[in-house]
C-alpha cells in the first residue's frame, strides 16, 4: 500500500496492493504499447480515502501511444455499478510514455472539465499518471479541483506480503533501496 498526504487537509489517500499491481501492469515499457487508462474507485471512511478497484483499459477505449479516450458509456456504466457496491468514483488513471509522468495540458483542462461537469461532493478527482520508471518514483499523483493540479507526495509506502517484505529485506542487505517493483516482481506478477 502506498499513502499520499492530501495537502493540509489532515486526510490521507491510499492506494492498496491490487491497484498498485494494475497500474504497474500497463506501464508503457515497450515502444508497441499504447497509452491506457480508466477509473479509480475508493472506499470513504474520512480521514482515510482508499482507493481499493480500478477499471480499465476497455475494449472501446480509443488508444494510441500518445493518447488515450476513454469510452465514456463504459465509464458511467462502471461508475454505476461499483456506487451500488457502495465504492465511490474519485478519478482517473493512464499512462504516459515518459520515464516520469507528468500531466499535460489536455490532461490538466480533462480532469478540471471533469470535476465542473460532475455532481459529487469532493473538492476534486484524483489523477494518476503511470510512467516508464521504476514503480513509484514514476507515478504522478495529484487532486485536481476545478482549475489546479494539486501533486502529492508520497507519506508512507508498506509491504504487506511475507514474500514482499523478505525480497525487499534481502535487497537492502544487498545494499540497495527497496522498491514497489522489487517486491512486486517477488510475488510473481
Avoid at 55 to 72: I, L, M, V
Avoid at 128 to 136: C, D, E, L
Wanted: include cysteine.
Amino acid at each position: 500500500m502506498i499513502s499520499f498526504d492530501i495537502g493540509n487537509s489532515g486526510q490521507t489517500l491510499t492506494f492498496e496492493d491490487g491497484v498498485l499491481a494494475h497500474l504497474h501492469r500497463h506501464k508503457q515499457t515497450r515502444f508497441w504499447q499504447r497509452e491506457a487508462g480508466g477509473l479509480l474507485f475508493a472506499k470513504i471512511n474520512l480521514p482515510v480515502i482508499s482507493v481499493c478497484r480500478i477499471t480499465g483499459p476497455r475494449r472501446g477505449d480509443r488508444r494510441s501511444r500518445y493518447s488515450y479516450r476513454p469510452g465514456e458509456q463504459a465509464e458511467q456504466r462502471e461508475i454505476d455499478e461499483m456506487f451500488g457496491l457502495d465504492l465511490h468514483f474519485v478519478g482517473c488513471w493512464h499512462t504516459h510514455p515518459e520515464d516520469f509522468a507528468t500531466p499535460s495540458s489536455l490532461d490538466t483542462r480533462n480532469i478540471s472539465d471533469c470535476v465542473r461537469r460532475s455532481q459529487h461532493a469532493l473538492n476534486g478527482f484524483v489523477m494518476v499518471i503511470v510512467g516508464r520508471a521504476q514503480f513509484p518514483a514514476s507515478l504522478f499523483v495529484s487532486v485536481c479541483d476545478r482549475s489546479h493540479v494539486h501533486r502529492l507526495r508520497i507519506a508512507s509506502i508498506s509491504i504487506a506480503s511475507p514474500i514482499a517484505a523478505r525480497s525487499a529485506a534481502e535487497r537492502h542487505e544487498r545494499g540497495g533501496a527497496a522498491t514497489y517493483a522489487d517486491a512486486h516482481r517477488s510475488e510473481g506478477s
